[in-house]
């Protein structure tokens, strides 16, 4: 998987955004798909006028 936005390959984790547009936009019916490194991550969110939602995911404990 290489990074759509500065072309390289991707050896840990990464964004990955899949999208399936609807009749309401110039794009009817087409599903665009791109994969961020974490580098290129960073930049793209940190230029938001709204900063990315986080979340801590807990973790699940065992139930007995
Ligand atoms: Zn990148």
Known sequence: MRCNACGEL??????EAVK???YFSEKDLEIHR???CE?????ITSSFEIPVEIN????VM???
Do not use: H, V
């Not at 801590?56 to 973790?59: L, R, S």
């Open 62 to 64: 065992g139930t007995q």
């Open 20 to 22: 399936e547009w609807g």
């Open 56 to 59: 801590i995911k807990k973790e």
């Open 34 to 36: 791109f994969n961020l």
């Open 39 to 43: 580098k290129c991550y960073d930049k």
């Open 10 to 15: 991707i050896k840990a984790d990464a964004f």
